[in-house]
């Protein structure tokens, strides 16, 4: 039997005032032990420290730092540069003449730094020619897995959200198998995304927004090793696009009968979806997947009128 992760708590609003570290207790005199290595790491890389300080809320060092650009790469798991987004942005820092948000960066494994939360800063910068920038270096590597939280610069959209969490399971499980899902779900945010990551690997024009509620509503973090719930994400990510495949033959059926809606897979989702009549504990996912697949190659366009649809919603057959 799978050991299924307990859900997360959210924590409770603390009094104002009472946690972390008071304006005078965060001065750093000088960084000692990982923090000095990672100062070493950044005199080597020909960058320079500026200040050290620690952070105020768990007094974790910082080290303010400006780095020749050549040396900072974004890290290899997060998601795809958006070109427009990053000339925009480079027009903005070229009209104000200044650089002032800086990337977080920690040290590579191999050398270099990496940054999880500021690709298109470093690309509108290296665009204007930049020969340095300015960063917020930590000395704990794992924050480099932290991109989901500490990405904020572009809101990610479900495509862009699933294939970074997958990129960052699989760097986890060449990192170190063994450890269980269930210590990652703070990087992952939510299992679902791991099976839509494999879905959109393999089938980049997937519309994962029509399964998202389905999947985030029975999968859940596991305790089980990484090597092995990575498999178990597969296998599932192989039933949806099975799914996919008679969702999208009836949508088809559904056009050559000249019913056009943006939502049509989202409507033959909705109706096969037997979570919908379901009160209590729901069967385990891969039963769903199956009754949905089944009812899909059963699915009777004649049935469907034009008003059917006009209460359609949910997200676009095809998401890019």
């Given at each position: 039997?799978?050991?299924?992760?307990?859900?997360?708590?959210?924590?409770?609003?603390?009094?104002?005032?009472?946690?972390?570290?008071?304006?005078?207790?965060?001065?750093?005199?000088?960084?000692?032990?990982?923090?000095?290595e990672v100062a070493e790491a950044i005199a080597k890389a020909g960058?320079?420290?500026?200040?050290?300080?620690?952070?105020?809320?768990?007094?974790?060092?910082?080290?303010?730092?400006?780095?020749?650009?050549?040396?900072?790469?974004?890290?290899?798991?997060?998601?795809?540069?958006?070109?427009?987004?990053?000339?925009?942005?480079?027009?903005?820092?070229?009209?104000?003449?200044?650089?002032?948000?800086?990337?977080?960066?920690?040290?590579?494994?191999?050398?270099?730094?990496?940054?999880?939360?500021?690709?298109?800063?470093?690309?509108?910068?290296?665009?204007?020619?930049?020969?340095?920038?300015?960063?917020?270096?930590?000395?704990?590597?794992?924050?480099?897995?932290?991109?989901?939280?500490?990405?904020?610069?572009?809101?990610?959209?479900?495509?862009?959200?699933?294939?970074?969490?997958?990129?960052?399971?699989?760097?986890?499980?060449?990192?170190?198998?063994?450890?269980p899902e269930s210590q990652f779900a703070f990087y992952l945010d939510?299992?679902?995304?791991?099976?839509?990551?494999?879905?959109?690997?393999?089938?980049?024009?997937?519309?994962?927004?029509?399964?998202?509620?389905?999947?985030?509503?029975?999968?859940?973090?596991?305790?089980?090793?990484?090597?092995?719930?990575?498999?178990?994400?597969?296998?599932?990510?192989?039933?949806?696009?099975?799914?996919?495949?008679?969702?999208?033959?009836?949508?088809?059926?559904?056009?050559?009968r000249g019913l056009v809606s943006p939502y049509l897979r989202s409507?033959?989702?909705?109706?096969?979806?037997?979570?919908?009549?379901?009160?209590?504990?729901?069967?385990?996912?891969?039963?769903?997947?199956?009754?949905?697949?089944?009812?899909?190659?059963?699915?009777?366009?004649?049935?469907?009128?034009?008003?059917?649809?006009?209460?359609?919603?949910?997200?676009?057959?095809?998401?890019?």
């Amino acid at each position: 039997m799978v050991k299924r992760a307990p859900p997360r708590r959210r924590p409770r609003k603390a009094k104002p005032g009472t946690k972390g570290l008071g304006p005078a207790e965060c001065r750093l005199e000088q960084p000692t032990g990982a923090a000095a290595e990672v100062a070493e790491a950044i005199a080597k890389a020909g960058g320079c420290v500026v200040g050290s300080y620690k952070e105020p809320l768990a007094g974790h060092p910082v080290l303010l730092s400006v780095l020749p650009i050549h040396a900072v790469e974004p890290t290899p798991f997060q998601r795809d540069l958006s070109d427009a987004h990053h000339k925009r942005l480079a027009d903005v820092i070229n009209k104000t003449g200044r650089f002032l948000d800086p990337i977080i960066a920690v040290v590579a494994p191999k050398g270099g730094f990496w940054t999880p939360n500021g690709r298109h800063r470093l690309e509108a910068m290296r665009r204007l020619g930049a020969k340095s920038i300015t960063a917020l270096v930590v000395a704990d590597r794992e924050v480099a897995w932290q991109i989901l939280a500490l990405n904020t610069e572009k809101a990610h959209n479900l495509k862009e959200r699933s294939l970074e969490v997958i990129r960052i399971y699989r760097g986890l499980v060449d990192e170190d198998a063994t450890r269980p899902e269930s210590q990652f779900a703070f990087y992952l945010d939510e299992p679902a995304l791991v099976t839509l990551g494999v879905c959109y690997e393999r089938f980049p024009r997937f519309g994962g927004g029509a399964y998202h509620s389905i999947l985030r509503r029975l999968e859940t973090f596991t305790h089980e090793p990484l090597r092995a719930a990575i498999r178990d994400h597969e296998k599932r990510a192989t039933m949806v696009l099975d799914l996919e495949e008679k969702v999208a033959a009836a949508v088809k059926r559904l056009k050559e009968r000249g019913l056009v809606s943006p939502y049509l897979r989202s409507f033959v989702v909705a109706r096969i979806n037997p979570l919908r009549w379901i009160k209590g504990e729901p069967p385990p996912l891969e039963e769903v997947l199956k009754t949905m697949r089944e009812r899909a190659a059963k699915f009777n366009v004649e049935k469907i009128k034009p008003q059917d649809l006009a209460g359609a919603a949910g997200p676009p057959d095809e998401e890019t």
